[in-house]
């Protein structure tokens, strides 16, 4: 029968490996399957578990392996769109809006707290963070 092909590189696994605090046996189960090609049931024999529970790690090592690239990522590329300015004041902005200030007059209050934005921003800004 021919093996499965591997899912990641070795180099990936022992950086994913790193971050978690699994059993060597654990992540040895996961390192046959997902680097070295070995199927499920051969590894759950030979590491003397089940099937079902080989799967198990599987899914939950991928699980980790998925937020270990994008956290990877988030850290070597920074996002080309600036976050929102406006999230430390949305208090301020909808004690504003509820006492009736004007568009206007939040561009000020905002520029006034060294926050420079428009008056669309402001407005998306205001709906999407309706209480």
């Not at 999230?87 to 520029?111: A, C, E, H, V």
Request: charged share 25%; glycine share 4%; with cysteine.
């Amino acid at each position: 029968m021919a093996q499965p092909t591997p899912r990641m590189d070795a180099q990936q696994f022992s950086a994913v490996a790193a971050t978690c605090r699994w059993s060597e046996r654990a992540l040895a189960v996961a390192r046959d399957i997902l680097v070295d090609g070995v199927s499920l049931p051969e590894t759950a024999a030979k590491h003397e578990i089940t099937a079902k529970h080989a799967r198990v790690l599987i899914t939950r090592f991928q699980g980790m392996a998925e937020k270990y690239r994008l956290l990877a990522f988030t850290q070597k590329e920074p996002p080309k769109q600036a976050p929102n300015d406006l999230t430390p004041f949305s208090n301020d902005l909808r004690t504003l809006r509820d006492k009736g200030y004007k568009i206007d007059q939040i561009l000020t209050y905002l520029k006034e707290n060294g926050v420079i934005s428009s008056a669309t921003s402001v407005r998306k800004f205001l709906r999407s963070n309706r209480a």
